[in-house]
């Protein structure tokens, strides 16, 4: 007996449990076909369109009933299948003549599986037997919601809410949105003693609108007429973000950096804008405006202040050009080239000593003409040439190794002349020629003698060279002036 009942009772707990499951409140829509009735005619009902939807598992029976003596309403029973919408027309009859003018009818839509209810006001005007059509002024409460601070980059949004104080049904109604900023219109419906929330977003404000404060202007309009108007104000923030485009074309022997600095806010910036340039590289540097030297670390920078307006572009252009350097680099590598190309691969030098002297002059002097070929080349058919006074007489050398001078000749006056005539000299080889001549009469003071020249012939053709001139000085015993 124990188990049969437990049996029992866990059965009529798994249908609760399963209805109690599907049981889900519904959801209640609905529209007005005519919502006034006649106190004299009972047989014309107010009319409206109600959609109940069923969103549980199972097929749903609703009842309708209304707790007002005063209304019958039909249908009573309506079958939702499970998980659709089901769309009848409600019938709202009058009860009684006693009443008259605006009505708000109760009915209740209740779940016959789980006792779940929604109860909705139907408005249903009722006309008296003298009934006239009375004609209702537009009366909607209104008011305006939006931030305070808004961002010109970002959406504005308005919450426009509006509540119908009468039971006009106003089917032509106009929201009008005016200001400096944004303006917009939308038409929208608002029916008896109803109320709704509008939000409006606007999207196309200017990013560089400028900051401030602006009013914004709401406006309700119906028949061409204001019922309602909210004023609020907004400021406008400013921002500013300013992007640096750096671009650098190098050449061969410089390179200039492009700077492009862009405003992208909505008020006037400046920028600091800073290219590390050290003392070297600011004597080649050249900019396209005027730049203030500073210095932070013990580095050194160029740096320029930039205003710059919303939307305002400026470039900025710095060239470092050592084209000059290289020139000169260029020119100096040329200069050495063309003198180890053009350089005498001979070289000659003249020395002088004075061998006597007294108190009254120089006697005797002793004269050696030093002789190189610094080129790896041997060079051929070499003559040297040199000169001295014919106030002195040379003195004939038979020292061992002495080369003696080939010729000797009048040059002019004042001068002979020795040649000495050398068939080659090998690369790198030194030769030393060298005579004495002797005064008959002291050479009192300075003796200068003139340079020596060698004549030789090199793959270029002849060539010639000179050495340097010598100054002889009374009572000194080796003094040898170079040009």
Avoid: C
């Avoid at 320029?304 to 710095?318: A, D, G």
């Avoid at 058919?381 to 009048?410: F, H, Q, R, W």
């Avoid at 002979?416 to 030194?430: C, F, I, T, V």
């Amino acid at each position: 007996m124990n188990a049969k009942y437990f049996s029992i009772t866990t059965f009529f707990i798994i249908i609760l449990l399963a209805v109690s499951v599907n049981a889900v409140t519904p959801d209640v829509k609905y529209k007005v076909i005519t919502d006034s009735v006649n106190v004299n005619d009972t047989s014309n009902p107010a009319l409206y369109s109600l959609t109940i939807t069923n969103s549980g598992a199972l097929t749903e029976r609703y009842q309708l009933y209304t707790i007002s003596a005063f209304w019958n309403i039909n249908p009573t029973i309506v079958i939702v299948p499970a998980g659709e919408p089901k769309t009848f027309t409600l019938e709202i009859a009058l009860n009684d003549k006693q009443i008259y003018g605006p009505q708000l009818v109760p009915i209740t839509i209740k779940s016959l599986s789980s006792d779940d209810t929604v109860v909705e006001n139907f408005y249903v005007y009722v006309k008296p037997l003298n009934y006239t059509v009375l004609s209702y002024v537009p009366n909607v409460a209104m008011e305006v919601n939006t931030k305070y601070e808004v961002d010109p980059r970002e959406p504005i949004s308005i919450e426009v809410y509006m509540r119908n104080r009468n039971p006009l049904n106003i089917k032509d109604l106009r929201i009008i949105v005016e200001s400096p900023l944004l303006n917009k219109e939308y038409l929208t419906t608002l029916g008896p003693l109803d109320e709704k929330t509008n939000q409006i977003l606007f999207t196309d404000i200017s990013k560089i609108q400028e900051p401030g404060k602006y009013p914004i202007i709401v406006r309700i309009v119906t028949q061409n007429k204001t019922i309602a108007q909210v004023q609020k104000e907004v400021q406008v923030i400013g921002y500013s973000e300013v992007t640096v485009e750096q671009t650098k074309i190098r050449g061969l022997f410089s390179y200039t950096e492009k700077i492009k600095v862009h405003n992208n806010g909505n008020y006037e910036a400046t920028k600091l804008v800073k290219v590390q340039k050290n003392f070297f590289e600011k004597i080649f540097t050249s900019t396209s405006a005027k730049y203030v030297p500073i210095s932070e670390d013990g580095i050194g920078y160029l740096s320029w202040n930039i205003p710059l307006k919303p939307q305002e572009s400026y470039e900025l252009t710095i060239s470092t050009n050592y084209n000059i350097i290289a020139i000169i680099v260029i020119i100096i590598i040329a200069l050495i080239i063309l003198y180890y190309i053009f350089r005498s691969p001979v070289l000659l030098f003249k020395r002088a000593r004075i061998l006597s002297s007294n108190d009254d002059g120089i006697s005797e002097i002793r004269v050696k003409l030093h002789l190189k070929n610094r080129s790896g080349q041997v060079i051929r058919n070499i003559k040297v040439i040199d000169k001295y006074p014919k106030i002195v007489s040379l003195v004939e050398d038979n020292s061992l190794g002495a080369l003696k001078p080939t010729k000797m000749l009048s040059a002019d006056k004042v001068h002979s002349l020795l040649m000495w005539n050398l068939e080659s000299l090998e690369p790198y080889e030194e030769r030393l020629l060298s005579y004495t001549v002797r005064s008959r009469l002291n050479i009192v003071g300075n003796l200068s003698l003139h340079a020596a020249k060698v004549r030789f012939q090199s793959p270029a053709g002849e060539r010639t060279h000179t050495s340097n001139d010598v100054t002889l000085k009374h009572k000194s015993e080796n003094v040898i002036s170079y040009d």
